[in-house]
């Protein structure tokens, strides 16, 4: 089962080897981990994505927590929340077909940001469920290329946290 | 490069201004009362050597890197204090890396500071470079690389701080050659801002801790199981308090031998693979079993799925990742060991439970710790008499294989701090250098390694480092010419195929006196107890070489995977 961690680390150099070392060493599987700044210019978010059952998902929060340099750690279990992957996909487009995959472009609320002769390449940005339907698709037209950033989470407003651990670290 | 003048040196700790990083090194040393530094120099660290010239700090110079950082972790085991060790760069640095890994795995306190190539050099493949916080990260609690001397002295005391605090490990410091010679523009923050270091210590929750005692006192058959961690946090005498209100069976781990005192009756000595069949039937039997400061290993559970199938599990811990890592905890306690042991000694009630102790009695009589004294020594009976000599008092190290199951279950241990093992990581070769490093720190007590051929080989060079300090440390090698745990393995377990196990010995005694160290050989028991006592009383470092039975096993023996109270009891038991 995949889970979703985000995870508040201070910027430094060496945190994201810390954390992706943490992972390889205990042997965790990492679907997805995407890093990038937050409001605070000192700390970053790791928004990790693992897979495994709810123990391991504690292990991995707790064993988090340990890592020096890692300020706070959120697990979005059972919290209600909003994730978003981006994914930037060439496919292949002869002029004909054109109007059909712009077609489904504008359904899925995607857009073309680049089109030549034979392909066009699609920036669409959703969660990930969405995200593969549009590949389900477009592969029968052909697939280039294709860049995903991983998943980035977010809980909706009021609360502020999910089930949050702050700190718990020995 | 010029150095600064060095003078009278003190811990003058008010300005950094101006000062190179190897003054703000030593400065920061001496601010954190580094008494004993174990290392060995090298080019990237010659600085740090310069400044070390006429230092009060005592440098202890080892014959390897490993033997530094064992020494470190022998000094930090028996007195509490933090192992310092320093080492240059590269191969320095990369031989420390079994010594950092075995500190890790037991929690033990130690600061390991190791010389770099230049800052802009860093990635060119540099004489000696190797990417040593990229090698030690995942055997080091923290590591730092220092790339300004502005950060030395607040990278220094953030390391001390967390390698003693918390759970305790091992941070490493890098510090690029040219660091060293800069000199500071600024006074160091000493904020301790560590936004992502929050150890738990202290007390436990109070509504946790009322339960947990709530379910001891309910209990009929209750099992406390002590680690490691009731000695980091010098927590035995709360807990021979609480097991005496409560009369309470307590069993130990390798690492928690000496937490709780073997010659008092409630004791059930060593639980686990090797441990007595009293304590490993006593845990499979309770209805409540209490672990503090123990992290559930695989060498004490046996398989996990059958392990105290009816216990309430109730676990103290320092360390919330080791709850619920491996067995599912009923009623988990985060905290310092001794401060939940004395939180919750109020709330114990004193019970008889006549049934369970005459349980646990039975099982004593019946299943003893035994060897039979005939034929060739047994290698049980040189450390059985050995305890008895030192009145179970000395400061016992240990290499790692079957003397060191023995020496576990028969030295008798009494005190915290005593044993000087490697229980996690199981590093052969532990035993010499953490029997000197513990040696420097008790310099009056009598230390003594007992030590397998096989272990003793990997490190036995550090003699001389005892020799030449002065340090009156015995060894004890008991030699059967095998790597005996695993030719024991390969016995029972691979129909007698002994494969890379033969281990011809040399003459121990002739490099003992050539290092200049005492020794002696004793091949028969009419000898061994003169050979003990002349041992034990000789002035300096001493090396007693003992024949013994080749093909003794280690009994009792839980099988890997098998349950806990599945033990092959060998003949005797």
């Not at chain 1, 930037?88 to 504008?106: C, D, N, Q, S, Y």
């Not at chain 2, 093992?421 to 513990?438: E, H, K």
Request: net charge negative; aromatic share 6%; with cysteine.
């Amino acid at each position: 089962m995949k889970h979703v961690i985000s995870a508040i680390v201070e910027n430094q150099p060496g945190v994201l080897a810390h954390v992706a070392g943490m992972f390889a060493a205990r042997g965790y599987n990492i679907d997805s981990l995407v890093v990038g700044r937050t409001e605070d210019p000192a700390l970053s978010r790791m928004t990790i994505v693992v897979i495994g059952d709810e123990q391991v998902l504690e292990q991995v929060r707790k064993q988090l927590e340990k890592v020096i340099n890692v300020v706070r750690v959120r697990d979005f279990m059972d919290a209600d929340y909003i994730q978003r992957d981006m994914m930037l996909i060439r496919v292949h487009v002869t002029p004909e077909k054109r109007p059909e995959v712009l077609a489904l472009v504008e359904m899925f609320r995607a857009k073309a940001v680049d089109i030549c002769r034979n392909s066009m390449m699609v920036e669409i940005a959703g969660p990930e469920d969405k995200i593969e339907a549009f590949i389900d698709l477009v592969r029968p037209y052909g697939i280039h290329e294709l860049a995903r950033t991983g998943i980035i989470a977010m809980q909706r407003g009021k609360s502020k946290t999910g089930s949050e651990t702050q700190n718990g670290k020995a | 490069m010029t150095q600064e003048q060095q003078g009278g040196q003190s811990a003058d700790t008010s300005g950094f201004i101006g000062h190179t990083g190897a003054k703000i090194f030593h400065q920061m040393l001496l601010e954190e009362g580094v008494d004993i530094i174990f290392g060995y120099p090298g080019g990237s660290v010659l600085p740090i050597f310069d400044e070390l010239y006429d230092t009060p700090i005592q440098f202890i110079l080892t014959r390897h890197e490993q033997g530094a950082c064992h020494m470190a972790d022998g000094y930090a085991r028996s007195t509490g204090k933090t192992g310092v060790v320093l080492a240059t760069s590269g191969p320095g640095a990369t031989n420390l890396v079994t010594g950092l890994a075995t500190a890790m795995m037991d929690s033990i306190p130690m600061v390991a500071f190791t010389g770099q190539v230049k800052s802009h050099l860093i990635g060119n493949d540099a004489f000696q470079e190797a990417d040593t916080t990229g090698i030690t990260r995942p055997v080091c609690k923290h590591n730092y690389l220092c790339k300004d001397v502005n950060d030395l002295g607040r990278i220094i005391k953030e390391a001390f701080h967390i390698a003693s605090s918390g759970r305790p490990g091992p941070v490493l410091v890098d510090i690029p050659v040219d660091i060293t010679v800069a000199k500071a523009e600024k006074e160091p923050d000493f904020s301790m801002s560590l936004p992502g270091y929050k150890p738990r210590g202290g007390r436990g929750n109070e509504r946790q801790v009322k339960l947990a005692c709530e379910a001891i006192n309910n209990a009929e058959r209750p099992v406390l199981y002590v680690g490691g961690g009731v000695i980091l946090s010098n927590g035995s005498e709360a807990l021979r308090a609480i097991a005496q209100k409560g009369k309470l069976p307590t069993t130990t781990t390798l690492l928690g031998l000496g937490a709780f005192d073997e010659t008092d009756p409630l004791s059930l000595k060593m639980l686990g693979m090797h441990g007595t069949a009293y304590a490993n039937h006593a845990v499979q039997q309770s209805d409540c079993l209490v672990s503090v400061g123990a992290r559930f290993d695989d060498r004490v559970t046996g398989d996990l799925t059958k392990f105290a199938p009816k216990a309430k599990i109730i676990h103290i811990d320092i360390d919330p990742a080791s709850i619920s890592k491996t067995v599912s905890v009923d009623i988990p306690l985060v905290g310092d060991a001794k401060c939940i042991l004395e939180q919750m000694l109020p709330y114990i009630e004193t019970k008889e439970r006549p049934q369970w102790h005459g349980q646990i009695d039975e099982w004593k009589k019946k299943y003893p710790l035994a060897y039979k004294a005939e034929g060739n020594i047994k290698p049980q009976e040189v450390i059985d008499q050995l305890g008895k000599m030192t009145d179970h008092d000395a400061i016992i190290a240990t290499g790692v294989g079957q003397h060191q199951m023995w020496a576990a279950q028969f030295y008798g241990w009494t005190k915290p701090r005593q044993i000087q093992t490697s229980g996690g990581l199981g590093t052969m070769g532990y035993g010499v250098p953490a029997a000197i490093g513990a040696q420097f720190g008790n310099p009056d007590k009598l230390v003594v390694d007992i030590d397998g051929d096989g272990s003793f080989s990997m490190t036995m060079v550090e003699i001389i480092t005892a020799v030449r300090y002065d340090m009156p440390t015995k060894f004890i090698v008991l030699d059967n010419d095998y790597l005996g745990m695993v030719r024991q393995w390969q016995e029972m377990f691979y129909s007698r195929r002994y494969s890379g196990v033969a281990h011809p010995c040399p003459e121990f005694t002739m490099i003992a006196r050539g290092y200049g160290a005492q020794a002696a050989k004793i091949t028969d028991r009419s000898e061994l107890a003169d050979g003990l006592n002349e041992m034990i009383n000789s002035d300096g470092p001493y090396v007693l070489h003992v024949c013994v039975e080749q093909e003794e096993n280690v009994f009792p023996m839980v099988a890997a995977g098998k349950a806990l109270d599945d033990m092959v009891m060998g003949e005797l038991i």
